[in-house]
């Protein structure tokens, strides 16, 4: 190393080594996600002199970020995360090259050629459906994965190398809480049923985006089997609703008549028409139905006598939440009117004061406790606590499990949990094994190039036979997600264009094993480079796993007759046994074909 580069990274290769420190050096590592945790890690990763690191965020800086992400101030707001966490990180050590990607990570350009290229992948992100993703591009592209978030003093670290350790979708994960659309239009229990009406029903009927979203929404509530005739009245509501919105952008100038029609519809006709069904109250208590004029003369004092005199932490009267929600309808209303539909931000104080007038007077209706606009925020805006200090903890234990990956060190991984207890602080465990049965990292990967211009279905058949070795047509089946192009009953589509069954370069086809007895193939396509000028190419052929037997038993009850092995990955984790190989890069020379929670 250079003088300077070795006063910089003095304390690192006292740790480390020179010769790891230089693996450090020249290593790629990809960050998915800017908030709390990303911010922690883009500064640790930089001061720890990674050679080049790439960070992918969609979202924009608000102020509720401020407490805990500590690259953004306040000038940054409305600006991009990514883009300004790689500008503040960048002057802490110029030497690290920082690319910035304000972009969705599951855009088209994010292949599993662009995974490929890194050493390791850290996931930062806060959602279920997001860390699936990532998940399933990094056992793709074989790239170790380390999953990692926080909630209040909680927090998990997960190291994953896909094929010799559990992967994220081994395990089952909970699922966002949905709620009947019969319970939040027509029966509330709960604040929660109340803040969602007013949050993702009333105030984009009023305010937001026309679009068929509701139509769906009954659909999909009809498929599941509630009430027809309340969802048809609901269907009445709603199209009323759209009459009112109409009524309100055009008496703008004095939209005070409007507003007390929309809150007399809302907490008093629809209530009463609710309480003719006699049949729906036999089991609940009934709502009192409430017009405005009757709110506004309302004197009682709120329910919590000792509530503090913050406006965030009161608990508002009946006469309060009546002149709050007027007061944000009409503000709203001129906003959308404009031309901007509106959409709710718990940062945004008109869209939180409205919803939280709206809940508050339905809860009132249905006697159900109400809540103060902190409470509301917290709620609507799906705050889970973050506390800075457990993000710098995390990120510090993700950062030592990436060191172990970039050196290879893979039986030194270990799963971290993180929780406040009295006898401990940390609980490490090594990794498990893959889920035999996961769906994910348990079928076989196959990086396939194309030429989109000439490549056909029949070309994909062809290579299922040239590299899986699969020699009965009938015993498999290719599809594009869920639309079934080839089956034994189905070959129309053999002789067509990829590009003319809407399959192109990016997508992934499904090879399967209609018998059950050998693994799911998932061909990666890829288009081809100048040096290759087939239809189609595969570097190498792929001997298929084979499912395990409890899993063949399940697929298929009646084929006893057939011997079945432990599957190909599952093999190799157990003989590998962790093994601390040589890398080619850091994965390992076999890898070449190509926690939990929040932040």
Not at 122 to 127: E, P, R
Request: with cysteine; net charge negative.
């Amino acid at each position: 190393m250079a003088g300077e580069t070795s006063a910089r990274y003095g304390a690192a290769v006292a740790a480390l080594g020179g010769q790891e420190m230089e693996r450090v050096r020249e290593s790629r590592i990809l960050i998915v996600g800017a908030g709390g945790i990303g911010c922690e890690l883009l500064k640790n990763l930089v001061l720890t002199g990674v050679g080049h690191i790439d960070i992918i965020d969609l979202d924009t800086i608000e102020l509720s970020n401020l407490n805990r992400q500590f690259l953004f101030h306040k000038k940054h707001i409305n600006q991009s995360k990514a883009i300004v966490a790689r500008d503040a990180a960048s002057a802490f050590n110029p030497d690290v090259r920082i690319v910035a990607h304000h972009a969705n990570i599951k855009s088209h350009q994010f292949d599993v050629a662009y995974y490929a290229s890194f050493d390791v992948v850290l996931s930062a992100l806060d959602n279920l459906d997001t860390r699936r993703w990532v998940n399933r591009m990094c056992v793709m592209a074989r790239v170790p994965l380390i999953e990692s978030g926080t909630a209040g003093f909680l927090g998990q670290v997960q190291p994953i190398r896909p094929s010799y350790t559990e992967c994220y979708d081994c395990t089952e994960h909970p699922t966002p809480t949905t709620f009947p659309v019969c319970t939040i239009r027509s029966t509330p229990s709960t604040p929660v049923h109340c803040i969602v009406w007013a949050k993702s029903w009333l105030l984009p009927q009023l305010f937001g985006e026309l679009d068929n979203s509701d139509e769906q929404e009954f659909s999909e509530a009809a498929k599941r089997g509630e009430d027809a005739a309340e969802l048809q009245r609901l269907r009445q509501e709603a199209q009323q609703m759209l009459t009112y919105r109409e009524q309100l952008y055009a008496s703008l100038n004095a939209p005070q008549v409007v507003c007390e029609r929309i809150f007399d519809k809302l907490y008093s006709v629809d209530i009463q028409r609710l309480l003719s069904m006699d049949d729906m109250w036999e089991h609940r208590t009934r709502p009192e139905p409430l017009t405005f004029a009757s709110a506004c003369r309302d004197t009682s004092s709120p329910t919590k006598s000792d509530a503090p005199t913050l406006r965030d932490r009161r608990q508002l009267t009946l006469a309060e939440n009546a002149a709050l929600f007027v007061e944000t309808a009409t503000a709203l209303a001129k906003r959308a009117a404009s031309g901007t539909p509106v959409a709710f931000d718990k940062d945004d104080d008109e869209t939180l004061g409205f919803v939280t007038a709206a809940a508050n007077l339905r809860a009132r209706v249905y006697h159900i406790p109400e809540q103060t606009r902190f409470d509301t925020k917290q709620i609507a805006g799906n705050i889970i606590p973050a506390i800075a200090t457990t993000n710098a903890i995390v990120a510090g234990l993700v950062v030592v499990e990436a060191l172990h990956m970039l050196a290879s060190r893979w039986s030194e991984l270990r799963v971290v949990s993180l929780a406040r207890r009295s006898t401990r602080l940390f609980t490490t465990f090594p990794c498990s094994l893959p889920n035999p049965k996961c769906g994910v990292c348990q079928d076989t990967y196959v990086r396939v190039f194309i030429d989109p211009e000439s490549a056909t279905l029949q070309h994909v058949l062809d290579a299922a036979h040239s590299y899986l070795g699969y020699e009965d047509d009938a015993d498999l089946s290719i599809s594009a997600g869920a639309r079934i192009l080839y089956d034994a009953d189905l070959d129309d589509n053999l002789p067509k264009l990829l590009r003319d069954l809407h399959v192109h370069p990016g997508n992934t086809l499904s090879v399967v094993d209609e018998n059950g007895v050998m693994s799911t193939a998932q061909f990666v396509l890829e288009g081809q480079s100048d040096t290759k000028t087939s239809p189609l190419y595969i570097e190498k052929a792929v001997q298929l796993g084979k499912r395990s037997c409890a899993e063949k038993e399940e697929s298929d009850d009646e084929d006893d007759g057939v011997q079945v092995l432990e599957s190909a990955p599952l093999k190799r984790a157990r003989d590998a046994d962790h093994e601390n190989s040589t890398p080619k890069r850091i994965r390992a020379q076999n890898d070449t074909d190509d926690v939990i929670v929040l932040d």
